[in-house]
């Protein structure tokens, strides 16, 4: 039985670990002030008529905290790239100087800080849920365990242990949001 037990806590806690990378990749899309190539990393160009992601049709860097460059691979994607960019909602306006295409970043605004900090609050509260809900499976899978015969005893502790897992990752969670929020918050 002690088999089983274990395949249920490592299945809780790969679900548990995955929770937290969506979490990150998450929070690497809200924008802290500084300039990024992930806060593209959503822009979608037509690049021969299918939609291809930017990173595929071009090398996207930073060369300041407050630019970003975008250099297409062909000359004729130019075009079709910054009107992906603008299309893509991202607040960010794009200019084209013939070879390459350069993003100033704008400077943050208070209020528009507090709403990122929002956002990334939000994200995390979907992650916890997403931990929650890891939890309650793996103590599902237990109970069945018990009533299959798995003593009372060993089915409190195996309960005890996903508990724990629990708290460990909510707590890795709120460290994220809190340097996220931190990071958000500092001009």
Do not use: C
């Amino acid at each position: 039985m002690n088999e089983e037990i274990q395949f249920i806590l490592d299945s809780a806690k790969e679900s548990m670990q995955s929770a937290i990378a969506h979490l990150e990749t998450q929070l690497q899309k809200v924008r802290a002030g500084k300039a990024s190539p992930m806060m593209l990393s959503t822009v979608k160009v037509d690049y021969y008529g299918s939609m291809t992601p930017l990173s595929q049709v071009a090398n996207v860097n930073t060369i300041d905290a407050r630019t970003i460059t975008v250099q297409p691979w062909e000359k004729t994607m130019l075009q079709p790239i910054e009107t992906a960019i603008i299309n893509a909602n991202l607040g960010l306006n794009p200019q084209n100087n013939g070879e390459t295409i350069m993003i100033n970043v704008p400077i943050l605004t208070e209020e528009r800080r507090r709403d990122l900090t929002k956002q990334a609050k939000a994200e995390g509260e979907h992650a916890k849920v997403g931990i929650r809900n890891a939890r309650k499976d793996a103590n599902d899978e237990v109970k069945k365990l018990n009533n299959e015969g798995l003593s009372d005893d060993m089915a409190k502790d195996a309960e005890a242990s996903i508990q724990k897992l629990t708290d460990t990752y909510i707590v890795k969670i709120d460290t994220l949001i809190e340097a996220k929020e931190k990071d958000i918050m500092t001009i």
